[in-house]
């Protein structure tokens, strides 16, 4: 596994257990870096990603349900909505990373950690969300300030 994706699939793990138990973010966070062999680089991406999502999840999800409406988010497995998040986050936030890079990513992610459908489902929900990259990073943005 290349080590962005693993530093992705740790943080991954964090918000996993953040949306489910609702433990401190930051206690989280430094339990699973303990536990990781990660570069300084790496724990610096893996703490942007969960830090970055973290305050913006209640903007994320709204943006996700506004844009795939068929797809409510409770009713979406923990996994693949914190998947979402962490795509979503990085090409309308971040946007460090290319889109194509975050989608395939996402893909690797949920077929890592997900269920059988969760790359089709994953790729269909960011397919719909990247023809409005633009308008979800200005919405997030207006959101933010």
């Known amino acids: 596994m290349k080590s962005r994706t693993r530093a992705r699939g740790i943080a991954l793990q964090v918000l996993y257990e ?10 989280i966070l430094e339990e699973r870096l303990c536990d990781a062999d990660l570069d300084e680089n790496l724990q610096d991406f893996l703490r942007s990603i969960v830090l970055g999502v973290v305050p913006l999840i ?21 996994i693949d909505r914190n998947i979402l998040r962490i795509a979503l986050w990085e090409f309308s936030v971040a946007e460090i990373t290319p889109v194509k890079v975050v989608i395939n990513e996402a893909i690797e992610l949920a077929k ?8 089709r489902f994953v790729n269909g929900v960011l397919g719909s969300l990247v023809d409005h990259q633009t308008e979800i990073h200005n919405s997030i943005l ?4």
């Open 18 to 27: 953040y949306d489910l138990t609702g433990h401190p973010i930051g206690t």
């Open 58 to 78: 209640e903007q994320l999800d709204k943006i996700v349900s506004e844009h795939a409406p068929e797809w409510p988010l409770d009713q979406v497995a923990v």
């Open 142 to 145: 207006k959101a933010i300030n």
């Open 112 to 119: 890592t950690y997900g269920s059988d459908s969760s790359s």
